[in-house]
């Protein structure tokens, strides 16, 4: 089992960056690929990036490729998003996920956080 906890949102204005940070209890966390989603009330959870196991690969969504940076630290069990340039388009609750492939896929998730809110004024 793997527990996820999200860390790091918070109410932002159009222009900031924020960084989230997402802990793993789990000894074997640099054996899972990472995601972070996004979910707005009333729609489907997005996927946002996207990183493998060593930190190697990344996958990030078109909305967000150039202003967003996932990353890792395996000898902390901790995966990032480093979010710049904000936009209020951005506002929604942030999730990070753990599988056992690298996947942009909601379904391709294993273990999921409770999810962070991340909140951009204009």
């Known amino acids: 089992q793997v527990q996820l906890v999200e860390s790091g949102g918070g109410l932002m204005q159009a222009g900031d960056s924020l960084r989230l940070s997402c802990a793993a209890s789990v000894g074997t966390f640099s054996r899972y690929h990472m995601g972070w989603f996004r979910q707005t009330p009333g729609k489907e959870r997005e996927f946002v990036a996207a990183i493998s196991w060593s930190g190697g690969i990344t996958y990030y969504a078109d909305s967000v490729k150039g202003r967003f940076t996932i990353s890792r630290m395996n000898a902390k069990n901790t995966v990032y998003l480093q979010m710049n340039s904000l936009k209020p388009e951005d506002t929604a609750v942030y999730y990070c996920?753990?599988?056992?492939?690298?996947?942009?896929?909601?379904?391709?998730?294993?273990?999921w956080g409770q999810g962070t809110q991340v909140t951009v004024s204009s």
């Open positions: 996920a753990a599988s056992s492939i690298v996947a942009t896929r909601t379904s391709a998730y294993e273990y």
